[in-house]
């Protein structure tokens, strides 16, 4: 069961700290688009947790406060050291939260090592610690972000040729990535599933362009 008050600090503490981001408070859209990112993954580091036997509220909190540092300007490097300052800002907060050592250093280890697996710090690549990074990536690959991605990437404003490249280059990403492993049997699964779907809606978008040139035999 979640330990709900420590869920709500948690909450507070988040968003306190992102009211607080010069940047954020001046770009509404990418503070409203970080949290709700932030409950995603919290929703699916918890269905890891849950599988996995982890403790739930544990996983929860890392993964609320795996993009903590979202709330200050990045400079330099910013966005591949966010993951260590996220957790150089979370590891006082869950001190006073009332969590043992240990588990304050593999919550924090996890959220450190989550952009690209270096922490600063040791640590110990847990499965729980790798949890965080595997349900931040999951959220990578839902359908919200076809959406964003095709937009990003201007695709209604492509020529047919141009669509179908692009979308050739995104099916042979995709099928790469299909074996990347993960930390957890249930994250290999969620990873599995969510690149299936992926997959699905490109070969889809692929056939339709085929279909947009010419009577097809």
């Known amino acids: 069961m979640l330990k709900k008050e420590w869920i709500r600090k948690t909450e507070e503490f988040l968003k306190k700290k992102m009211d607080g981001g010069v940047y954020l408070s001046s770009h509404p859209e ?46 330099e490097n910013g966005w591949k050291e966010h993951g260590r300052r996220a957790a150089q800002i979370a590891r006082p907060f869950l001190r006073e939260l009332g969590m043992a ?22 640590g110990e690549r847990t499965p729980f610690a790798l949890s965080v990074g595997d349900a931040d990536n999951i959220d990578r690959f839902d359908a919200y972000r076809i959406h964003e991605i095709l937009a990003g990437d201007d695709f209604l404003e492509k020529s047919l040729e141009e669509k179908q490249e692009y979308v050739d280059k995104r099916l042979a990403r995709l099928r790469a990535l299909m074996d990347v492993p993960q930390g957890t049997k249930t994250a ?21 362009l085929k279909n947009s040139r010419s009577v097809t035999e």
Do not use: P
Request: proline share 0%; with cysteine; charged share 35%.
């Open 30 to 75: 990418e503070k409203a688009y970080r949290i709700e990112h932030t409950y995603r993954v919290a929703n699916i580091g918890r269905e890891i947790a849950r599988q996995e036997g982890f403790d739930e509220t544990e996983m929860v909190i890392a993964c609320l406060l795996h993009d903590i540092s979202y709330c200050e300007d990045f400079g």
């Open 101 to 122: 050592k240990e588990r304050v250093q593999d919550i924090c280890y996890g959220i450190a090592i989550h952009v690209d697996d270096e922490a600063d710090f040791e």
């Open 188 to 208: 290999e699964n969620l990873w599995k599933e969510r690149l299936s779907f992926y997959i699905l809606f490109f070969e889809k978008l692929a056939a339709q």
